[in-house]
């Protein structure tokens, strides 16, 4: 039970120029939940037509579902209060409860003899139905509310809190841990260097995507026939220099020293570029 603080439109005592708005949005804020029930407290010596508590809970309860009205001062205005509580003219459909005030320094079981004798004897209060008089009366209702309200909402709540746990938990465990020492720190490194070594083995190794499903660019043999395709292109369009068929009439000219000299040379220039190439290939492989 949230008791809301009581409707002010004049500053006073310093208090903000937009003292209304603050307030009204205080209410607003807990009126509006549909798991709300709305105890509007209204004045018996007031027409409840006029009652700006009442026109904010009909902006939220627009057919009194879940409004109930507590009529005080029934013993100051009990003229017209059997017509007003029971024409409904604003729509409490959760019916009204009339009580009288403690006054002074009455105690309470004082006040509620007195709220009774009231209710039984008062020529014109004693007419309003019983079940609609008295503070035990409007206990007895927040009790049975209650437990309405609770028994059709709280499926749904505990639904909405399983929900936001959940999701808490999943944000929990994607956080990162706390480090606080050095070891911790490289425990933790350790176990990402491993989970990674793990992924690449899968992939690259044994061909499972069970982690990349849907992701076709993550799959070693579609990216390595990609790759291909595109080596096989750049070599198409590749022109070098020095090229092709070599004319050797003119290497007779030199002596045979000469020559096996330069066929050595392009021995040792061609192991060399193999093991370019077996390079390259290697890395090639590191970066799928």
């Known amino acids: ?82 017509e007003k509580v029971t024409a409904d003219d604003v729509n409490i459909g959760l019916g009204y409860v009339c009580v009288r005030n403690r006054i002074g320094d009455e105690s309470y079981k004082e006040a509620r003899k007195l709220e009774a004798d009231l209710f039984e004897t008062h020529s014109l209060l004693s007419k309003i139905d019983k079940s609609m008089v008295g503070i035990p009366v409007l206990a007895q209702k927040l009790v049975h509310i209650q437990a309405t309200i609770i028994a059709r909402c709280l499926p749904e709540i505990v639904r909405k809190i399983n929900e936001k746990l959940n999701a808490s938990i999943k944000d929990l465990k994607r956080m990162p841990k706390t480090l606080s020492t050095v070891g911790e720190a490289l ?19 044994r061909g499972e995507y ?56 392009k021995m040792r220039m061609t192991a060399y570029w193999k093991i370019v190439l077996r390079r390259l290939v290697d890395l090639m492989a590191l970066h799928l």
């Open 187 to 205: 425990t933790t490194f350790m176990g990402i260097v491993g989970s990674a070594k793990e992924s690449l083995n899968k992939i690259i190794v």
């Open 1 to 82: 039970m949230v008791d809301l603080p009581g409707i002010t439109r004049v500053p006073v005592h310093g208090q903000p120029e937009n003292i209304y708005e603050q307030i009204a949005d205080i209410i607003m804020e807990y009126i509006r939940p549909e798991e709300s029930i709305i105890l509007n407290v209204l004045s018996a010596t007031v027409d409840f037509t006029t009652c700006e508590s009442i026109r904010m809970s009909q902006k939220v309860d627009r057919n009194g579902e879940r409004t109930l009205a507590v009529v005080t001062k029934a013993d100051r205005a009990p003229e017209g209060l059997l």
């Open 210 to 265: 069970d982690e990349y499903l849907d992701d076709q660019n993550m799959h070693c043999a579609a990216r390595l026939a990609e790759m291909l395709n595109q080596y096989s292109g750049e070599l198409h369009r590749f022109s070098a220099e020095g090229l092709g068929e070599v004319a050797i009439a003119g290497l007779r000219a030199y002596e045979k020293p000469v020559l096996l000299q330069a066929f050595d040379l």
